[in-house]
């Protein structure tokens, strides 16, 4: 149980298109979600926090026009990376809350902008 | 103000070993507090959590150590297999506020030489 997915693993764009990234909790409902962004060898970065149904909650310095996060049902975040640039090349990941404090992450998704 | 240190940077142990990985928080409203192993390339995956009722858990090889007083944590694998070497990130929540929002510590990268 307590599986999270992401959709794509992998992307590659070039610089000014939009990505989208899904987060789906497969087996478990999530009123909340979580978006991580990873650099190499580094620890995980929060990003923002989402909730069904309400705006989501971005931590100090993420600009939330250019990472969209929708929260539409219990079982899906997504994360779109607007107008990308090579500097939002990155690992990002994507997390789902299940019972009290305890996080599920999914696999990630490997973003690369040319 | 990184509010989880985590410590060594960097573990070597050789196979059979005992891996010791620490934490230290500073935040006493902190209540959860959970281990991740991420392989490369991939999402983190819980592998034990504690909570400050009880000094320790054991799940199998992994046992969590917590000193509430010391504010302190600390993960040991047992018997440490190649298949351990692995990013250990240990983190902690408080329960309520904030959406449940994890704190991880930098990481430690662990080699588990055969």
């Known amino acids: 149980g307590a599986v999270v997915s992401q959709h794509p693993s992998r992307v590659i764009c070039k610089s000014g298109t939009s990505v989208k990234i899904e987060c789906r909790s497969l087996d478990f409902q999530a009123t909340t979600m979580f978006w991580y962004r990873q650099f190499p060898k580094q620890s995980l970065m929060l990003m923002a926090t989402?909730?069904?149904?309400?705006?989501?909650?971005?931590e100090q310095g993420v600009e939330k026009d250019k990472f969209l996060i929708n929260h539409a049902s219990l079982t899906l975040s997504t994360l779109t990376v607007t107008s990308a640039h090579p500097e939002d090349s990155s690992f990002y990941i994507c997390?789902?809350?299940?019972?009290?404090?305890?996080?599920?992450f999914g696999p990630g998704t490997r973003l690369t902008v040319l | 103000q990184q509010q989880v240190k985590q410590s060594p940077q960097s573990l070597i142990v050789q196979k059979g070993g005992i891996s010791i990985i620490n934490c230290a928080y500073e935040n006493t409203a902190f209540d959860y507090f959970p281990w991740y192993q991420q392989f490369p390339g991939k999402g983190p995956a819980l592998l034990i959590a504690i909570r400050p009722d009880v000094s320790e858990k054991k799940e199998g090889r992994f046992t969590i150590s917590f000193n509430k007083s010391a504010k302190q944590f600390s993960l040991h694998i047992m018997d440490s297999q190649p298949g351990d070497s692995a990013t250990y990130f240990c983190a902690a929540s408080k329960s309520g506020g904030s959406n449940y929002k994890l704190t991880f510590g930098k990481g430690t990268l662990l080699t588990v030489n055969p």
């Open positions: 997390s789902a809350r299940g019972g009290r404090n305890t996080q599920y």
């Open positions: 989402s909730n069904e149904g309400s705006k989501a909650t971005y």
